[in-house]
């Protein structure tokens, strides 16, 4: 089930609104796509980070793959248990958040949970 | 053969994860293993519109949700919902299977059978008794590695030759090219089904199948005249995991009964289909070779530590002269990655400022729950214990020199 209350990236991140901070992550989409993850790399806290560009990467046992951020903003929380337990994002990916962001200036098109489906039915 | 240097094995260039779903994830590169031709990213890889060939068992993959990528002129699954990991682990401590039909088949028959073998391969063939295998490479004129195959005594004059997909077109030209006094060369790829099944249960399922008689008793042999499930096949005690296992060849029209019989036999030791995903990685952790990898056309088998399987002794074989006159101060080596990042193949390896090698194949190996990677470096940099650095896009991460295969079975008393 694609939650309801987020909303999603053609590029099959989820992004959740709290106040003004974005949470992002990888939907169950992409991660079924991608495997089994074995590895996680993150930005800082502090990093500045642009809508339409890599963030992060995540690689599988057979690939790397870059995470990109649909929006322009400052990176306040990086999730560093991921670091330690990819899994995770295979397990629960909707808990299982990248970074939390902040004083964000751009946001590319998102799309709601049933367009997002559709989206994806249509890869 | 000394168990370390168990085989090294067949199987072919690269593969790609990718299909068209995956490659908009995050639009993201796939380095490493999975490479993806630009026609495919660009969506000429649409179910229907494929060049490649479908292997006998095709079917059987997609009634398993197998994962279908082409592979050496295949399409062949990737993973199945399984995983990867999950595939890999149960090779390693229970049994998997492997749909390798797209293996090539070359016999070979005459009464200069075996001065031809001798003559196109570097391994020495003189001393092999009926259905003893040995693994070898073939070179060209400048010693550079054609292909690598598994080659078979059937009797004193047929051998049976088995190459990768790939290159069954290009080694068979060759070898008809290159052939010497009276022999026949027959390309037979397309009359076989071939299914590994490997794991240290592998025997368990294999006594539910044949007689206990019929089953090779050594590494590296096989039976030609067996039956297994009623079926007649080439039963082989050889593998491309580092595990004990088989590789049944069967009549492409009983591989998908045969197929079924091992799923349902093996049940009660928890066989599962395992994809090239698992299959790349069992191989890389028991240190085994992938042409197109550890071996090109322009890499010797001298230059990638695979001297036992070359006679400098013989009298005579394709490539000898070239290695005799052109030296190299290159081997492989085996690298754990120390800091944080997975080396993939291509990267770059360094010692300070100076660049020393280059990563032939590299990944996470789930049994030693790391980052590894195989390297042609020079020499001087081949020592166990060597600290090196691999670029891995961009960023210098740690890796140590440690001795090869990473796996090696536990052996059991006898």
Redesign the interface.
Same mark, same amino acid.
């Given at each position: 089930m694609t939650p309801a209350e987020l909303k999603y990236s053609?590029? =099959? +991140?989820w992004v959740k609104e709290e106040g003004d901070v974005v949470v992002i992550g990888?939907t169950d989409y *992409?991660q079924k796509?991608? /495997?089994?993850l074995?590895?996680v790399?993150l930005p800082e806290e502090g990093d500045e980070i642009e809508a339409g560009e *890599?963030f992060a990467?995540v690689?599988?046992?057979?690939?790397?793959?870059?995470? #990109?951020s649909p929006v322009t903003g400052e990176v306040v929380e990086v999730n560093e248990e991921l670091m330690d337990n990819p899994a995770a994002i295979n397990e629960t990916p909707y808990e299982a958040w990248f970074v939390k962001v902040k004083n964000v200036t751009e946001k590319e098109e998102l799309l709601s949970a049933e367009d997002y489906d559709a989206h994806c039915a249509n +890869? | 053969m000394d168990d370390t240097l168990e085989s090294i094995l067949v199987c072919t260039d690269e593969?790609n994860?990718s299909g068209?779903? %995956?490659e908009?994830? !995050?639009?993201?590169? #796939?380095? @490493?293993? #999975?490479y993806i031709p630009k026609y495919e990213l660009e969506g000429g890889n649409k179910k229907g519109d494929t060049m490649e060939k479908k292997t006998v068992l095709y079917e059987k993959h997609l009634e398993a949700n197998g994962k279908m990528v082409p592979f050496g002129g295949y399409i062949l699954p990737?993973?199945y919902e399984t /995983?990867?990991?999950?595939e =890999?682990m149960t090779v390693r401590t229970g049994v998997g299977m492997f749909d390798v039909s797209h293996m090539g088949e070359i016999v070979c028959k005459g009464k200069d059978a075996l001065k031809n073998i001798n003559h196109l391969m570097t391994n020495s063939y003189d001393d092999m008794y009926d259905g003893q295998a040995r693994y070898t490479v073939m070179c060209n004129e400048f010693g550079g590695v054609v292909d690598d195959f598994i080659v078979y005594r059937v009797n004193e004059e047929e051998f049976f030759l088995v190459p990768n997909a790939a290159n069954v077109d290009k080694d068979y030209a060759w070898i008809l090219d290159h052939q010497i006094g009276d022999v026949t060369f027959e390309n037979v790829s397309d009359k076989y089904g071939q299914i590994a099944l490997q794991g240290p249960k592998a025997k368990d399922v294999m006594l539910k199948l044949v007689d206990p008689e019929e089953i090779p008793k050594k590494y590296y042999s096989a039976n030609f005249n067996a039956t297994v499930a009623g079926m007649k096949c080439i039963l082989s005690r050889t593998g491309y995991t580092g595990e004990l296992g088989y590789e049944i060849y069967i009549d492409k029209d009983n591989a998908p009964k045969m197929w079924d019989i091992l799923l349902e036999k093996g049940k009660e030791e928890g066989v599962i289909p395992c994809g090239l !995903?698992a299959r790349? %990685?069992l191989r890389l952790e028991a240190g085994m070779c992938l042409y197109g990898h550890e071996m090109t056309e322009n890499v010797s088998p001298l230059e990638t530590a695979l001297d036992i399987f070359v006679k400098m002794d013989k009298e005579e074989f394709i490539g000898k002269q070239a290695m005799i006159d052109t030296p190299s101060n290159k081997t492989r080596v085996g690298l754990k990655i120390t800091g944080? !990042?997975?080396a993939?193949e291509d990267m770059k390896v360094y010692k300070g400022d100076k660049l020393v090698g280059e990563t032939t194949s590299g990944?996470?190996l789930?049994y030693m729950k790391g @980052?590894y990677a195989m390297a042609i470096v020079n020499k001087d940099y081949a020592e166990l214990g060597t600290e090196v650095e691999v670029d891995i896009?961009g960023k210098r991460v740690a890796a140590e020199v440690i001795e090869l295969p990473f796996y090696k079975r536990p052996r059991k008393k006898a």
């Open positions: 053609k590029s =099959h +991140e990888l *992409a796509e991608l /495997g089994d074995v590895f790399n *890599a990467d690689e599988s046992v057979k690939a790397v793959s870059d995470v #990109f +890869e | 593969v994860l068209k779903e %995956t908009r994830i !995050g639009y993201m590169l #796939f380095y @490493a293993l #999975f990737v993973q /995983g990867v990991i999950k =890999h !995903g790349d %990685t944080r !990042g997975i993939r990944s996470h789930p @980052a896009r």
